[in-house]
């Protein structure tokens, strides 16, 4: 018997680094199985690392044979190249030199990280356009007429963190003033109503432009797509997994209509009903995931083809990959082998290359017994434990021994087994971990659109990672009484407040009604912006300032929509380019002397109707009584000065008069 050998990658070229496997060189789908030719995966042996060509070889020249004592085999020699762990750990990979930079940050800094800026401006374009499309009120009652903005996309993000703290069965309960939970100042902030349009118009990808059924690039996730592929872009950039992975799904409810493959029959996964599912590939210490994809029942290459694209993006070579019997097969190891990494997991021995059911242990043997197998590389270890366990490893020896602790009666022993076994159970956790911390603050809420689902899945995979990552990393500032702190590690339900109170503090008190005090300042950048259709026209608007005008018209008279073709950029309402946009951002009301709109110019005398003059006499009362306050709260100020001031005279005076006395 030989034990695990364990070669020197130093000596072949690029040894360890980089993908050798391009994308473009995966089948779409793996040859007709056969057992003679198992090890034909979707990976030709064109296109074999160098370290494992002979090992690939040596599996198809083989054949299964016992390699234990009890059957008196011998062990054959396995390969395994050590991995390089020096790149693991948070980095920056777009940094020059690879690493994130080390400064204090907020946890909205560390959700910025994903979250970009860039990408959040993105989802707002898409936003605005669906509601531009299929908003207002004319087409859905009661959903806003102005569009939405950077802040209310800020605020729902942050109305959505918090929901998954406090969970409540229906929405209305968050803007009751009279709930359990004091949140005013989160729900406070945007109204219901403004908060229903964004879960109605979210979008991440123009509708209107998906490629049709039966075009080339006809994608059933078309309308989540950037969504996934930002996430992977960003989760790829920050960290890098160490050696062992795993490849599990992760499932999540979905009760809404979406495209055929993706819904799935989930009645045996915790979420029940049905739902959809994230093909994920997690690193095990952090649970971070490297690469997720959602699960279509119908695309060619199946299971097998996702499994290889999530790999072939790993940049080190020689990984562990675990995963259940749901991935694992003989092909899919020799496939991963030829992409330079190991495979573990358990075995469906239904499928094509798998040992003949004599080898294995009978379902009617003591609990214990095991047999070991070998074909090359390849090894199988089938064990009767309280089901028959087959395991299949290219990375583990058959000789390697571990142990694993069962419940015998009523005790706890430990029962030694292999080491493939004992692995299996300490690694295969990797997505478990992640799916855990999420589902600890799970904040999906209910929808007809399935693109929303999908969004609440991919945001809490998002806030959880930015935690871990600020737990690896030094920990997170939390300013108190707008003082900010060391930096110190959050517990996960911390990081989330901090979260949410930093969402809510970044974004205003809605950008339709921005206050007087930000408009009125000269260096906001406010600029009139016209915007076009997509049927190439102007896209209108309500002038804010018009209505506005039109505050003392009521009855029959009431306020007329004034249309408009031109907005300001950074308060984001519809202005007319004259006279609103000066007068809006020169005057606090239109009702002030010198004040005009565009409504009043095409309304010639409106300055002389009895509601106007009523209207501007009870501004008027209002703006000379507050002049009064403020005037008499001035003057209680003044004279509290000034009675402390002669209080302090009349002691000097006294101090005097008694050093005289003295003297």
């Known amino acids: 018997m030989v034990s695990l050998v364990v070669q020197d990658a130093g000596s072949a070229p690029d040894a360890g680094r980089g993908a050798f496997v391009a994308p473009r060189h995966i089948l779409d789908a793996m040859p007709r199985p056969s057992a003679s030719d198992f090890a034909t995966g979707l990976i030709s042996d064109d296109h074999c690392i160098p370290?494992?060509?002979?090992?690939?070889?040596?599996?198809?020249?083989?054949?299964?044979?016992?390699?234990?004592?009890?059957?008196?085999?011998?062990?054959?020699?396995?390969?395994?190249?050590?991995?390089?762990?020096?790149?693991?750990?948070?980095?920056?990979?777009?940094?020059?030199?690879?690493?994130?930079?080390?400064?204090?940050?907020?946890?909205?800094?560390?959700?910025?990280?994903?979250?970009?800026?860039?990408?959040?401006?993105?989802?707002?374009?898409?936003?605005?356009?669906?509601?531009?499309?299929?908003?207002?009120?004319?087409?859905?009652?009661?959903?806003?007429?102005?569009?939405?903005?950077?802040?209310?996309?800020?605020?729902?993000?942050?109305?959505?963190?918090?929901?998954?703290?406090?969970?409540?069965?229906?929405?209305?309960?968050?803007?009751?003033?009279?709930?359990?939970?004091?949140?005013?100042?989160?729900?406070?902030?945007?109204?219901?109503?403004?908060?229903?349009?964004?879960?109605?118009?979210?979008?991440?990808?123009?509708?209107?432009?998906q490629p049709a059924d039966g075009d080339p690039a006809y994608d059933k996730a078309y309308l989540v797509r950037p969504l996934i592929t930002h996430a992977n872009s960003v989760f790829k950039r920050y960290f890098y997994p160490g050696r062992d992975m795993a490849f599990d799904e992760g499932a999540f409810r979905c009760d809404a209509g979406c495209p055929r493959g993706l819904r799935l029959d989930l009645k045996h996964k915790p979420c029940g009903g049905r739902g959809m599912q994230f093909e994920m590939l997690c690193d095990h210490a952090t649970g971070i995931p490297w690469h997720m994809e959602l699960y279509d029942k119908q695309r060619p290459g199946g299971i097998p083809k996702m499994v290889v694209e999530a790999v072939v993006t790993l940049e080190q070579r020689f990984h562990c990959i675990y995963a259940d019997k749901m991935f694992t097969s003989p092909r899919m190891a020799v496939d991963l082998l030829r992409?330079?990494?190991?495979?573990?997991?358990?075995?469906?021995?239904?499928?094509?290359?798998?040992?003949?059911?004599?080898?294995?242990?009978?379902?009617?043997?003591?609990r214990g017994v095991e047999h070991s197998m070998q074909c090359g590389q390849l090894m199988l270890a089938s064990i009767k434990d309280t089901g028959v366990v087959n395991i299949l490893s290219t990375f583990h020896q058959p000789d390697e021994r571990g142990h694993v602790r069962r419940w015998i009666g009523p005790h706890r022993r430990r029962l030694v087994c292999c080491k493939s076994l004992q692995d299996f159970n300490i690694f295969m956790t990797a997505v478990d971990k992640l799916r855990a911390m999420m589902a600890s603050y799970a904040f999906a809420r209910p929808s007809k659109r399935w693109p929303m689902h999908v969004f609440y899945d991919v945001l809490n995979t998002m806030v959880t990672v930015a935690f871990k990552l600020q737990e690896m990393s030094g920990g997170t500032v939390v300013c108190k009484d707008g003082i900010a702190t060391e930096p110190k590690v959050s517990n996960h339900l911390d990081f989330r407040l901090a979260l949410v109170r930093g969402l809510c503090a970044s974004a205003s008190r809605g950008a339709s009604r921005t206050p007087a005090t930000k408009r009125l300042e000269g260096n906001m950048g406010h600029w009139p912006q016209s915007d076009v259709a997509e049927n190439g026209h102007a896209r209108q608007y309500a002038?804010?300032?018009?209505?506005?005008?039109?505050?003392?018209?009521?009855?029959?008279?009431?306020?007329?929509?004034?249309?408009?073709?031109?907005?300001?950029?950074?308060c984001g309402v519809g202005l007319h380019a004259f006279p609103c946009f000066e007068a809006y951002h020169t005057f606090r009301s239109p009702y002030e002397a010198e004040a005009v709109s565009h409504w009043g110019m095409r309304t010639p005398g409106y300055h002389d109707t009895d509601e106007y003059r009523r209207h501007v006499q009870a501004l008027r009362g209002d703006i000379i009584a507050e002049e009064a306050r403020l005037a008499a709260a001035i003057a209680e100020d003044n004279g509290h000065a000034a009675s402390e001031g002669d209080d302090q005279v009349s002691c000097d005076e006294a101090n005097e008069a008694d050093m005289e006395a003295l003297m």
């Not at 050590?82 to 030199?97: C, I, M």
């Not at 709930?179 to 979210?202: C, E, P, T, W």
């Not at 804010?544 to 950029?569: D, E, F, I, M």
């Open 51 to 209: 370290q494992h060509r002979d090992v690939v070889d040596g599996i198809q020249r083989a054949e299964w044979a016992r390699c234990d004592r009890a059957a008196g085999g011998s062990i054959l020699r396995k390969t395994v190249f050590p991995f390089d762990a020096s790149q693991s750990g948070v980095r920056d990979a777009e940094a020059l030199n690879g690493k994130l930079r080390d400064k204090p940050r907020t946890a909205l800094q560390w959700f910025q990280l994903l979250w970009t800026t860039a990408f959040e401006q993105r989802v707002l374009n898409h936003t605005v356009s669906h509601h531009a499309r299929y908003g207002g009120p004319n087409r859905v009652r009661g959903d806003p007429r102005a569009p939405p903005t950077l802040d209310h996309l800020r605020l729902f993000i942050a109305q959505t963190i918090f929901m998954g703290v406090v969970r409540f069965p229906n929405a209305k309960r968050y803007w009751r003033k009279k709930s359990i939970v004091n949140a005013r100042d989160i729900f406070g902030l945007m109204l219901i109503g403004r908060y229903r349009s964004m879960k109605r118009h979210l979008a991440f990808a123009d509708k209107w432009k």
């Open 543 to 570: 002038c804010v300032w018009c209505c506005h005008s039109q505050a003392h018209l009521k009855g029959r008279s009431k306020p007329k929509r004034v249309k408009c073709t031109t907005r300001c950029k950074a």
């Open 339 to 366: 992409a330079g990494h190991y495979m573990c997991g358990t075995q469906n021995m239904q499928r094509v290359g798998t040992p003949p059911r004599e080898m294995l242990v009978s379902g009617n043997a003591e």
